[in-house]
């Protein structure tokens, strides 16, 4: 679906920007959507003292535009491609890629606004590993591989992978965003946030059992989204009680990395291991995130949960309406699945969409209205929106 989008949004924006981390598969979709443009990666240093030290030589080397990769580490490039699309006026013409999403987004808002569409690309989702039969075969193998590429195409063993990740890629990014001085301090921290996936953010409870200030860990987690590594998915704003929570929740995008942090070693241990639920619901609240970014669109994902416990794991805004969603690891449906589904649905009256359970069984059911999706079909349930690998089925 991402390939579309960039395709129809070169066909009204003079640049198009694909942001995302670190290897996951930006570069290989720009070069294979944009084939027929040249292609510069920045991070090569004899391109990149090129463009910044001459500008408007470096784009004139391209008269039809360019494919510009890691186009954040040349930040006084911005200004020169503002004028360079301004001029010549067509769609299309460059695209941008940047795993530092504060960098890329700086340039962009502060000289290129209006200019640029942005599409974060995230790993695969696993409608696309279905499509090619790369699929893992249990939840437990897709909870600890992740959907990070290279995993997958090169049939990578995921120990080893996300290791050498958190070191060369991770740790390269946050010493290039802020002055980390005790990189083991840092480490510390990213485990202790891997450990918090899919719960309420406690920033200074995060802080003190790191033994760094809040303000330095607020700091860090800014790092971590920036790189898109954790997300942030706030509470729903509208008031359906006066005892809301109103700190966000915390999710990796890739629980395959959120695994490894936690010491995970194979996928046998998800069987029984505390976390299991909460890599679950990382990875289900990763997959609606997908289906919204690759077609260029802003996360519509919420939560609801008030002071006395009561809470629906995700909502879904549509417009007026406020689809909700409960997810659970188990692999038998039993009635509490939806007690916090019928509490909201009391509350929500007519704001509510109608509500759904995503469980890790593999059975699909309906029950009093109730619609229940396995995991491995959530990429066939319109709670993914429209678009290939969805359906506008109950």
């Given at each position: 679906?991402?390939?579309?989008?960039?395709?129809?949004?070169a066909?009204?924006?003079?640049?198009?920007?694909?942001?995302?981390?670190?290897?996951?598969?930006?570069?290989?979709?720009a070069?294979?959507?944009?084939?027929?443009?040249p292609?510069?990666s920045?991070?090569d240093?004899?391109?990149?003292?090129?463009?910044?030290?001459?500008p408007?030589?470096?784009l004139?080397?391209?008269?039809?535009?360019?494919?510009?990769?890691?186009?954040?580490?040349?930040?006084?490039?911005?200004?020169?491609?503002?004028?360079?699309v301004?001029?010549d006026?067509r769609?299309?013409?460059?695209?941008?890629?940047?795993?530092?999403?504060?960098?890329?987004?700086?340039?962009?808002?502060?000289?290129?606004a209006g200019r640029?569409?942005?599409?974060?690309?995230?790993?695969f989702?696993l409608?696309?590993l279905q499509?090619?039969?790369?699929?893992?075969?249990?939840?437990e193998?897709?909870?600890?591989s992740?959907?990070?590429?290279?995993?997958?195409?090169?049939?990578?063993?995921?120990?080893?992978?996300?290791?050498?990740?958190?070191?060369?890629?991770?740790?390269?990014?946050?010493?290039?965003?802020?002055?980390?001085r005790?990189?083991?301090?840092?480490?510390?921290?990213?485990?202790?946030?891997?450990?918090r996936?899919?719960?309420?953010?406690?920033?200074?409870?995060?802080?003190?059992?790191?033994?760094?200030?809040?303000?330095?860990?607020r700091?860090?987690?800014?790092?971590?989204?920036?790189?898109?590594?954790?997300?942030?998915m706030?509470p729903?704003?509208?008031?359906?009680?006066?005892?809301?929570?109103?700190?966000?929740?915390l999710?990796?995008l890739?629980?395959g990395?959120?695994?490894?942090?936690?010491?995970?070693?194979h996928?046998?241990?998800?069987?029984?291991?505390?976390?299991?639920?909460?890599?679950?619901?990382?990875w289900?609240?990763?997959?609606?995130?997908?289906?919204?970014?690759?077609?260029?669109?802003?996360?519509?994902?919420?939560?609801?949960r008030?002071?006395s416990?009561?809470?629906?794991?995700?909502?879904?805004?549509?417009?007026?309406?406020?689809?909700?969603?409960?997810?659970?690891?188990?692999?038998?449906?039993?009635?509490?699945?939806?007690?916090?589904l019928?509490?909201?649905?009391?509350i929500?009256?007519?704001?509510?969409?109608r509500?759904?359970v995503?469980?890790a069984?593999?059975?699909?059911?309906t029950?009093?209205?109730?619609?229940v999706?396995?995991?491995?079909e959530?990429?066939?349930?319109?709670l993914l929106?429209?678009g290939?690998?969805?359906?506008?089925?109950?």
């Amino acid at each position: 679906m991402a390939e579309e989008t960039l395709r129809r949004l070169a066909k009204g924006y003079p640049i198009v920007a694909i942001t995302g981390p670190r290897q996951s598969g930006k570069t290989t979709l720009a070069r294979k959507v944009f084939a027929e443009k040249p292609y510069v990666s920045l991070e090569d240093l004899d391109q990149r003292e090129f463009a910044a030290e001459d500008p408007r030589g470096f784009l004139a080397q391209f008269p039809d535009g360019a494919v510009l990769d890691e186009a954040q580490r040349c930040p006084g490039l911005f200004s020169y491609l503002q004028t360079r699309v301004d001029r010549d006026g067509r769609a299309g013409l460059f695209v941008l890629t940047g795993s530092q999403q504060f960098h890329l987004l700086d340039g962009v808002t502060q000289t290129l606004a209006g200019r640029v569409a942005l599409v974060p690309l995230l790993p695969f989702s696993l409608a696309e590993l279905q499509a090619v039969n790369r699929a893992p075969g249990s939840l437990e193998e897709l909870l600890h591989s992740g959907l990070y590429p290279p995993i997958h195409d090169r049939r990578l063993d995921p120990g080893i992978w996300y290791g050498n990740y958190v070191a060369t890629y991770v740790e390269r990014d946050v010493r290039q965003m802020i002055n980390v001085r005790d990189l083991g301090t840092f480490q510390r921290f990213v485990r202790m946030c891997a450990a918090r996936t899919g719960q309420l953010l406690n920033l200074s409870g995060l802080a003190n059992d790191c033994g760094i200030s809040h303000t330095t860990a607020r700091a860090w987690l800014s790092v971590l989204e920036a790189s898109y590594i954790v997300h942030l998915m706030p509470p729903h704003h509208r008031n359906f009680s006066k005892r809301l929570v109103k700190t966000p929740k915390l999710y990796f995008l890739d629980p395959g990395l959120a695994a490894w942090l936690l010491g995970i070693q194979h996928a046998g241990q998800l069987l029984i291991h505390p976390q299991r639920g909460a890599l679950f619901e990382t990875w289900v609240v990763s997959e609606l995130l997908k289906a919204r970014y690759s077609r260029g669109l802003a996360s519509n994902l919420y939560f609801w949960r008030d002071r006395s416990g009561h809470e629906v794991d995700v909502l879904i805004e549509q417009g007026d309406t406020l689809v909700p969603v409960e997810i659970k690891a188990g692999q038998t449906v039993t009635r509490d699945y939806f007690r916090g589904l019928e509490k909201w649905l009391q509350i929500a009256g007519n704001s509510a969409g109608r509500p759904w359970v995503v469980y890790a069984g593999d059975q699909r059911q309906t029950r009093q209205g109730y619609h229940v999706v396995p995991w491995k079909e959530l990429p066939r349930s319109d709670l993914l929106g429209p678009g290939p690998g969805a359906t506008d089925e109950a």
